[in-house]
């Protein structure tokens, strides 16, 4: 969403009825997982969904209850067919006694009243507000996903601009000319680079070192097929494909049909980096 000025020069930021906002919240469903906690959360993040809880066995599946008059029930009454036909019942197999139907009538299995309480509260499903509640508070949820999601974008967005910036300054981008694409001060820049946590700080030094290996790699022997750089890397194949996504959002090398090949950005930077080693070694 993009904000715009009225007429008076206030900002207007695109509402609820804005075709951008409105799409996004009308999105049927967003993937979900549980965790091992037990909490709902957007597949592939750590933002919790919305009002979302777990859906029980017991309240998907109501079998029949076994009781005498008056007294609680002793056992329940699954047939064959219904257990067939939901996987989430094929514990009942073993679990329950078998009994012969009559004519045309289906099989039933016995289960004690006990086994059935213990898999009666297993969670085979999520109720997940904005997918299944009904009136306003659907609508209520589906923007409240939205929030959530846009704050977690952000916070990834800010933790790679972070690993870029340590990125880039190891490769010899000045704070200077940072600050000056960012819009702000070099002293800025510093600071952001200060705030990174040692797991950021981690995080790109793998990346400088990967980065390095694969920019002298090219430079030596030349433009190769991503298969056979990546056989001389001894990394796992996460870290080699990190270091070749960023080096191509640098614009320091390209991957075209399966060869890798450094741009001219690319050969500067890994003859710069070459001609340092060289010094360092001379001492």
Partial sequence: MTPT????????????????LAARAQREE??????????WRYAGTNVE???ARDVTLAEQVRPRE??????????????LSEIV??????????AGTRLQGS???DDVFVVPWSVWQEHA???????LPERDARGVMRGVARVERELRLARHRQEVAARERLLMLLFASELGATRRATAALLGVSPTRVQQLIDEADEDTRATARELVEDARHILRREERDGPAPADTVASEFEVSAERYER???????????????????????????????EATEERSRHG
Avoid: F, Y
Avoid at 85 to 94: E, P
Avoid at 254 to 271: C, Q
């Fill in 5 to 20: 000025t009225d007429r008076d020069g206030s900002l207007r930021v695109p509402h609820l009825g804005s075709s951008v």
């Fill in 30 to 39: 967003v993937p979900t997982e549980r965790d091992d906690r037990g909490v």
């Fill in 49 to 51: 969904v919305p009002g």
């Fill in 66 to 79: 076994v009781a005498r008059s008056g007294e609680s029930p002793e056992a329940v009454l699954l047939s």
């Fill in 85 to 94: 036909a939901d996987a989430r019942l094929n514990w009942a197999l073993q």
């Fill in 103 to 105: 004519g045309t009538q």
């Fill in 121 to 127: 509260d297993e969670a085979v499903g999520a109720h």
């Fill in 243 to 273: 270091a070749l996504h960023v080096l191509r959002l640098c614009d320091l090398l390209v991957d075209e049909e399966g060869v890798v090949e450094l741009t001219e950005s690319g050969r500067k930077i890994a003859r710069r980096l």
